[in-house]
């Protein structure tokens, strides 16, 4: 059974840093795509960030610059390093991992950005 633990969440001060990471265990099969999405209450989830298993990534373009993504293939684990937080980061943040053709999610994890 695939599970997807996150952590690093937290409040921050506009412009400050905070670092995600998502664990994933119980796998089977190699983890094609990672990715960290975000929903803000009353607003639809997004996709923030992602990374293949070889490492090409995308951002959505508003944390581009500010936010990286990594993973450890080894650890079966992700990364988002965020820099420069703005308050509209503020949501809860989800970690994604695509395997084989189905989508695994996490239990989310809080970011609050005051202003």
């Known amino acids: 059974q695939v599970q997807l633990v996150e952590s690093g969440g937290g409040l921050v001060q506009a412009g400050g840093s905070l670092r995600l990471s998502c664990a994933a265990s119980?796998?089977?099969?190699?983890?094609?795509?990672m990715g960290w999405y975000r929903q803000a209450p009353g607003k639809q989830r997004e996709l923030v960030a992602s990374i293949t298993r070889g490492g090409s990534t995308n951002y959505l373009d508003s944390v581009k610059g500010r936010f990286t993504i990594s993973r450890d293939n080894a650890k079966n684990t992700v990364y988002l390093q965020m820099n420069s937080l703005k308050p509209e980061d503020t949501a809860v943040y989800y970690c994604?991992?695509?395997?084989?053709?189905?989508?695994?999610w996490g239990q989310g994890t809080q970011v609050t950005v005051s202003s």
């Open positions: 119980g796998i089977v099969f190699p983890i094609n795509a």
């Open positions: 994604n991992a695509r395997i084989l053709y189905s989508d695994y």
